[in-house]
């Protein structure tokens, strides 16, 4: 999940006032965060100590034009100097370098519901069962991606005009 791309000083802010609160921009960690409707509070990782399994991760990436993007996306592994890293809604798995991680996600606000992520024990529920139940989710949305790319090569245009079937 992206977040907001107007922040150009956010590694600054993160740097100065050891906290940053924005929204999210994206549904890379859909059902967890809304695109533009949750409230994220993202703090920055003590020196020295490592980001562990579970986790939600900042980091920042760049693209081939040299553009940052930030993003915020759940620790599944943790190696020596680099972490696999995977939205909640998504396929793949990124490797990032300790160097690119920003912050940590400590607390969000889905609507007005608070929720904390080192002492909510509904959000380590969450988060156990959607790690475990990755594989299967692997399954479906690549099963649905290739039935819906099978309809649409006969020319099947869905049950709604403007909504893909798959």
Not at 7 to 31: A, H, N
Not at 111 to 139: F, T
Not at 142 to 152: C, K, V
Request: hydrophobic letters at 40%; proline letters at 4%.
């Amino acid at each position: 999940m992206a977040v907001s791309d107007s922040y150009e000083r956010l590694e600054q802010v993160l740097r100065d006032e050891r906290l940053f609160v924005s929204t999210t921009v994206g549904i890379s960690m859909w059902p967890m965060l809304r695109n533009r409707r949750d409230t994220i509070i993202v703090r920055p990782v003590p020196h020295g100590e490592r980001l562990a399994v579970g986790d939600v991760a900042l980091y920042r990436v760049t693209d081939g034009l040299g553009n940052r993007k930030y993003v915020l996306h759940r620790v599944v592994g943790v190696y020596d100097g680099w972490y696999a890293i995977r939205g909640d809604n998504r396929l793949f798995t990124e490797h990032v370098r300790d160097g690119q991680v920003l912050g940590r996600l400590e607390e969000f606000y889905r609507g007005s519901r608070h929720v904390d992520c080192a002492s909510s024990r509904g959000y380590r529920l969450y988060w156990h069962a959607w790690m475990a139940l990755w594989p299967l989710r692997y399954c479906w949305k690549r099963a649905r991606a290739l039935i819906g790319r099978f309809l649409r090569l006969f020319g099947w245009k869905g049950l709604h005009p403007n909504r893909k079937p798959f």
